[in-house]
């Protein structure tokens, strides 16, 4: 049975995964500032988790995704590019849960 920490991950990468998809629809703007928040931290966390393994992992696809997601110092595109990047985001998320990370100790 995986740890408690890892099965949070995964549901915070679904949820993540789907609010990024569900954000290319119209929305009030407070839709997209929640966007940001969950997608921000989601990435974080994911990058923490892969600290151990950097380049063997998504962990640089979820640095570029919480820099572009990012709240504090907000990117401001277009809508249409803004789409683009959420359905991106979505797509990077799913592979994330599709493949599983590699163990710690693999070369």
Same mark, same amino acid.
Request: charged share 10%.
């Given at each position: 049975?995986?740890p408690?920490g890892?099965?949070?991950? !995964?549901?915070l990468?679904c949820?993540? %995964?789907? #609010?990024?998809?569900?954000?290319v629809? =119209?929305?009030p703007?407070n839709?997209?500032?929640?966007?940001?928040?969950?997608l921000?931290?989601t990435?974080?966390?994911g990058?923490?988790?892969?600290?151990?393994r !950097?380049?063997?992992?998504?962990?640089p %696809?979820? #640095?570029v995704?919480g820099?572009?997601? =990012?709240?504090?110092?907000?990117?401001?595109?277009?809508r249409?590019t803004?789409q683009?990047?959420d359905?991106?985001a979505?797509t990077?998320?799913?592979?994330?849960l599709?493949f599983?990370p590699?163990?710690?100790?693999?070369?």
């Amino acid at each position: 049975m995986p740890p408690r920490g890892s099965i949070a991950c !995964i549901l915070l990468r679904c949820l993540a %995964a789907a #609010i990024a998809f569900f954000a290319v629809g =119209n929305h009030p703007y407070n839709y997209y500032v929640l966007t940001r928040w969950v997608l921000f931290l989601t990435c974080c966390w994911g990058a923490w988790n892969c600290r151990n393994r !950097i380049w063997r992992s998504f962990a640089p %696809a979820y #640095i570029v995704i919480g820099l572009i997601f =990012n709240p504090i110092l907000p990117f401001h595109f277009h809508r249409s590019t803004w789409q683009m990047l959420d359905i991106a985001a979505g797509t990077v998320l799913v592979l994330s849960l599709v493949f599983p990370p590699a163990p710690k100790d693999s070369p």
